[in-house]
């Protein structure tokens, strides 16, 4: 059974009615009755080009946005169809890392405020581990985390990132971009997720540091157990991380197929455009 299967799903958003009165000026189809699996472990890369529907998708996927139709199943469970409760507990184990580490902090929080947030929120009991051992119980209030373990946690996540805990009392703006995107992983892995949507992590960083978050989430991955969804416009980032390759393109998944299959033997046309568009790139 695949980790993550979305089953025949469309996503259509209303245009924005016309300034000058009258009714909605259209729709848009964004995700076009897609049927995509993600396998526990391996990393998918979503590569298309702008307006292709890949964030739509990725956030349809956690559902951060609902489906107008179709199925998405998260270990056997349909989201579309879970409650609050339920939905809740489930997106401890999906997350997502943002595309702006500009934009996707909050500035008014320090560091240790931002990643401490989901593990406030999720109220996270006794019996859970912290990235490296067992929290005991002695360090545990029932309620949820004290503040020392919350912020032993905090400490934790900032070294799985290669940040130290100088970091902690600093706000996003003291921080170079690659910097805060680190921060921005540190935040999706503070409740131990199964599952993290990386939507274009890189794009917005020059090529040197995305290189290097490239390399993190590798290292992350093979650490803690991680699966992927890689979304991405760039088929050499992609083709460097991922184990299957989806492309999507006008709302559609055109090409699906190992990293070797898609990169060797293109099948779609698209396909085919995005191998030739992009040069290589290299990550140190």
Wanted: contains cysteine; glycine residues 8%.
């Amino acid at each position: 059974m695949p980790l993550v299967a979305a089953r025949n799903v469309t996503k259509i958003f209303d245009l924005a009615e016309s300034p000058f009165g009258g009714s909605s000026a259209g729709q848009v189809r964004a995700v076009d009755d897609v049927s995509l699996e993600i396998h526990d472990g391996e990393t998918l890369g979503l590569v298309g080009e702008s307006g292709s529907g890949k964030s739509t998708l990725g956030r349809l996927i956690l559902r951060l946005i609902e489906p107008t139709s179709g199925t998405i199943l998260f270990e056997g469970v349909d989201l579309v169809r879970a409650n609050g409760s339920e939905l809740r507990r489930l997106r401890r184990d999906m997350q997502i890392i943002f595309q702006d580490p500009f934009g996707s902090l909050d500035p008014r929080f320090r560091v240790e405020d931002v990643i401490a947030e989901p593990l406030i929120l999720h109220q996270k009991t006794l019996h859970q581990t912290t990235l490296h051992q067992k929290i005991t119980e002695q360090n545990t209030r029932h309620e949820g985390l004290s503040r020392d373990v919350c912020r032993q946690r905090v400490r934790e996540l900032l070294r799985a990132v290669g940040m130290d805990e100088s970091a902690m009392p600093r706000y996003p703006h003291e921080f170079s971009g690659g910097q805060r995107q680190r921060i921005g992983i540190a935040r999706a892995l503070a409740l131990q997720p199964k599952f993290i949507v990386a939507d274009e992590p890189v794009s917005a960083l020059d090529a040197s540091v995305g290189a290097q978050i490239v390399n993190l989430l590798q290292q992350l991955q093979r650490d803690f157990g991680l699966t992927y969804l890689f979304i991405s416009h760039s088929m050499p980032v992609v083709r460097y991380l991922s184990t299957r390759i989806a492309v999507m393109y006008q709302g559609k998944i055109v090409e699906v197929g190992t990293t070797e299959q898609i990169t060797a033997r293109p099948q779609h046309a698209y396909t085919r455009k995005l191998l030739a568009a992009t040069p290589e790139m290299t990550a140190s």
